[in-house]
């Protein structure tokens, strides 16, 4: 079974800066992306940034020029550097990997989220 571990979170002010891990384990064979995304209380979960295998980003219009997105493919992480972090970034962020794996025996696509990490910007 495939899991991820984030970490990273907390309490900054605003102009601060966090920087949130998701590792990725389990049966494994390739990873297709893997991303963050958001949820404030009261909202939808959006997308906030994404890379795929081959190293392509892709950013929500709110995040570009501050948040940087990167991975380590062979350690099957995925960091998220946020900068200038603003009130309005306060949320809870989640992973999310697009794999190919193992799941009960049968090799397929897999979608896995983390558990969530909250991130709090204060003014």
């Known amino acids: 079974q495939v899991q991820l571990v984030e970490s990273g979170g907390g309490l900054v002010q605003a102009g601060g800066s966090l920087r949130l891990s998701c590792a990725a384990s389990?049966?494994?064979?390739?990873?297709?992306?893997m991303g963050w995304y958001r949820q404030a209380p009261g909202k939808l979960r959006e997308l906030v940034a994404a890379i795929t295998s081959s190293a392509g980003t892709n950013y929500a219009d709110a995040v570009k020029g501050r948040f940087t997105i990167s991975a380590d493919n062979d350690k099957r992480t995925v960091y998220l550097q946020m900068n200038s972090l603003k009130p309005e970034d306060t949320a809870t962020y989640y992973c999310?990997?697009?794999?190919?794996?193992?799941?009960?025996?049968?090799?397929?696509?897999?979608?896995?989220w983390g558990q969530g990490t909250l991130v709090t910007v204060s003014k």
């Open positions: 389990g049966r494994i064979f390739s990873i297709n992306a």
């Open positions: 999310h990997v697009d794999a190919n794996g193992y799941d009960r025996g049968t090799y397929r696509r897999l979608e896995v």
